[in-house]
Nanobody, 118 residues
Framework: QVHLVESGGGLVQAGGSLRLSCAASGIIFSRYRLGWYRQAPGKERLLVAGIASGGRTNYADSVKGRFTISRDNSKNTVYLQMNSLKPEETAVYSC????????????WGQGTQVTVSS
């Protein structure tokens, strides 16, 4: 059974930092493309950052230069370092894992709340 478990969310002041983690089990982690998404109340879920199985990264324009996604295949964990946070980035952040070449192997964590106060 596949599990993705996020941690590291919380309340932070504007300009502050948080580091999110997503630990995976039940999958061959190195075969997966990983992503962090966020969904604010009443809005659609959007990609924040992604990292390919080979390590190539991509970011939403709004977070470039402030957020860093990384992965540790030895720990089956993907991270999202978030710096200079803004109040409008308050959302539930979720991690996603999709196996390369197997689109149906698509898994989500339960999400972690990030609240940025002004």
């Amino acid at each position: 059974q596949v599990h993705l478990v996020e941690s590291g969310g919380g309340l932070v002041q504007a300009g502050g930092s948080l580091r999110l983690s997503c630990a995976a089990s039940g999958i061959i982690f190195s075969r997966y493309r990983l992503g962090w998404y966020r969904q604010a109340p009443g809005k659609e879920r959007l990609l924040v950052a992604g990292i390919a199985s080979g390590g190539r990264t991509n970011y939403a324009d709004s977070v470039k230069g402030r957020f860093t996604i990384s992965r540790d295949n030895s720990k089956n964990t993907v991270y999202l370092q978030m710096n200079s946070l803004k109040p409008e980035e308050t959302a539930v952040y979720s991690c996603n894992a999709v196996e390369v070449g197997y689109a149906s192997h698509d898994y989500w964590g339960q999400g972690t709340q990030v609240t940025v106060s002004s």
